[in-house]
């Protein structure tokens, strides 16, 4: 089966150019080939590979930034571990999925639909794992947007875009055509913790970021040279500098 479709555009000098359109939008990745298991030794009379099975996670980890999200009227979304939860708030049942990397989860966003949630992993080149909602099935991967774990991910008011920000070494801003799993624009954020990222709701195009000591507004811009992500710092004036959480 073929993962990506390609379509022929013609440019302005009549000559036909390939272009690579993404994924088949029916296509879904099989995320129970490819989450993190148990690691086993190879060594004779080791434990078989599928030895170990999840029968629970507790807890929930209240001191990640925006790890609580309301899908419908009866279930809602959080990380905890290496799992993703979705608690239905009346039976209290829990729905646990697996990440692929297994090192933990980073960021959580939500669709403006509802119909989607993009999870941010951790761990060296982690991937954003996109979830079709309610059916839970992987639709779409976005791979090598920072170096060890997202620290925030936010869809535009549209949905046809997600930015995301890196934690540290490289806090990376990168803005991604999620449904192509294509980076669009990228640019380092700040030298320092970078804590949230958000799209206008007015003006299309522009974002915001906020962290330690200091907010930052975006806007890709039409240049010479192509689409940039250009950045401008916030003045505090008078107020002393604040941290933006």
Not at 49 to 56: D, G, T
Not at 156 to 180: Q, V
């Amino acid at each position: 089966k073929q993962w990506y479709q390609r379509r022929v555009a013609i440019t302005a000098g009549n000559e036909e150019e390939d272009v690579d359109t993404g994924p088949d939008p029916s296509f879904y990745y099989n995320l129970e080939e490819m989450y993190a298991r148990a690691k086993t030794s190879d060594e004779p009379h080791s434990l078989p590979e599928n030895f170990l099975s999840l029968y629970h996670s507790f807890g929930y980890e209240c001191l990640k930034r925006n790890n609580l999200h309301v899908m419908d009227e009866h279930h809602v979304l959080y990380g905890a571990g290496n799992y993703i939860q979705l608690l239905n708030i009346e039976t209290k049942k829990i729905i646990f999925l697996p990440t692929l990397g297994g090192r933990g989860i980073g960021a959580l966003a939500v669709h403006p639909s509802r119909k989607y949630f993009a999870v941010g992993e951790m761990g060296f080149e982690p991937d954003i794992l996109i979830f079709e909602y309610p059916s839970r099935k992987l639709y779409r991967l976005c791979r090598k947007g920072t170096e060890s774990a997202y620290a925030y991910l936010s869809f535009s008011p549209d949905g046809e875009k997600l930015a995301s920000l890196g934690s540290a070494p490289d806090f990376m801003l990168t803005i991604w055509d999620w449904r192509r799993e294509k980076i669009i624009l990228r640019s380092k954020a700040h030298g320092q913790d970078v804590f949230r990222v958000s799209f206008s709701t007015e003006i299309e195009g522009q974002l915001t970021t906020g962290g330690l000591g200091h907010i930052k507004f975006w806007k890709m811009a039409a240049t010479f040279t192509g689409l940039k992500l250009q950045g401008e710092l916030g003045k505090f004036g008078r107020t002393p500098t604040a941290t933006l959480r």
